[in-house]
């Protein structure tokens, strides 16, 4: 009778173990957001990982702005937190399978990056800049390089944040600007250094902050300002104290309310990225919109 009634409390002890045990990432499952493969295939993606065995510095919220839905991954870079831009290569895949398939680290989550050719004989290439652990990326052997004039400004980060903006690249066989301090010309080899002191780069459609202040790099107008109005928009940013923002929202209404949207979630640098059926989210195995 004694051995049952401690076979009994061990059964209850063990199922409230359970009941307060989070899952490995310590996120809860948002599953019923989303399930299944998502079907609109991307080029790239910025994920967030965590050592396996270690909690994830991450808090995944949402709400709305203006009657507007949004998600936003709230990432703390730390010893076993990180970020990372992972690539599909020459074929586009979708958000939940492209990622790190490692052992050592859980996927968190993440969102899709930036835009890509969708149709014709090039599609998959990314547009403009995409870097990759220090080096271009190729797609189909073109180098991946920033395409100055294109309106596409470019974010810059590595393993644990530290976002920076910039609007530069190649225009008829000069780089520019003359001054940009991510290359400098090298006398002994006749060419540009490569000088971007970061692990990532990838292009987006235009920025939104740096610095904490409302910055416009690239062209005096660009196309996906307006009709962002009309489609669901992924957003990436950076507060004050290094907190990194991975955010997506549904119709806005433009960049202005996409710059207000970011400012609210404390950002002080922040750029858009694709959008329109392209824009999803991924937490914890969950698929959010």
Same mark, same amino acid.
């Given at each position: ?184 010309? #090298?006398?002994?080899? @006749?060419?540009?250094?490569?000088? +971007?002191?970061?692990?990532? %780069?990838?292009?987006? =459609?235009? !920025?939104? *902050? ?27 940013? #950076?507060?004050?104290? @290094?907190?990194?923002?991975?955010? +997506?929202?549904?119709?806005? %209404?433009?960049?202005? =309310?996409? !710059?207000? *949207? ?28």
């Amino acid at each position: 009778m004694r051995k049952l009634r401690w076979l009994i409390l061990a059964v209850i002890a063990a199922t409230l173990t359970l009941m307060v045990i989070p899952f490995p990432h310590g996120l809860s499952r948002i599953s019923d957001h989303g399930s299944g493969s998502f079907e609109r295939p991307v080029a790239d993606a910025i994920n967030v990982y965590c050592r396996k065995g270690t909690r994830p510095s991450v808090k995944y919220v949402s709400g709305t702005y203006e009657g507007v839905p949004y998600h936003v991954l709230k990432v703390k870079p730390d010893d076993h937190t990180f970020i990372q831009l992972d690539y599909a290569g020459e074929t586009p895949e979708s958000l939940d399978e492209l990622y790190d398939h490692g052992s050592e680290c859980w996927h968190v989550g993440g969102i899709n990056g930036g835009f890509f050719q969708n149709s014709g004989e090039e599609y998959g290439r990314p547009v403009g800049a995409l870097l990759i652990d220090g080096s271009w990326a190729e797609w189909k052997g073109q180098e991946l390089t920033p395409a100055y004039g294109k309106g596409n400004a470019t974010v810059y980060f590595s393993h644990d944040g530290n976002l920076k903006l910039a609007y530069h690249g190649w225009e008829n066989g000069e780089w520019k600007p003359a001054s940009d301090s991510f290359w400098s010309y #090298e006398e002994d080899l @006749g060419d540009y250094g490569y000088q +971007i002191n970061t692990e990532y %780069g990838l292009s987006g =459609a235009y !920025t939104l *902050l740096r610095n904490g202040k409302r910055v416009w790099l690239g062209k005096n107008d660009s196309a996906y300002w307006n009709r962002s109005a009309d489609s669901w928009v992924t957003l990436f940013g #950076e507060t004050a104290d @290094g907190t990194v923002l991975l955010v +997506i929202a549904g119709k806005l %209404g433009g960049g202005e =309310a996409e !710059t207000e *949207l970011m400012k609210e979630l404390g950002a002080v640098n922040a750029i858009r990225l694709d959008g329109n059926t392209s824009t999803c989210m991924t937490v914890d195995k969950g698929l959010v919109h």
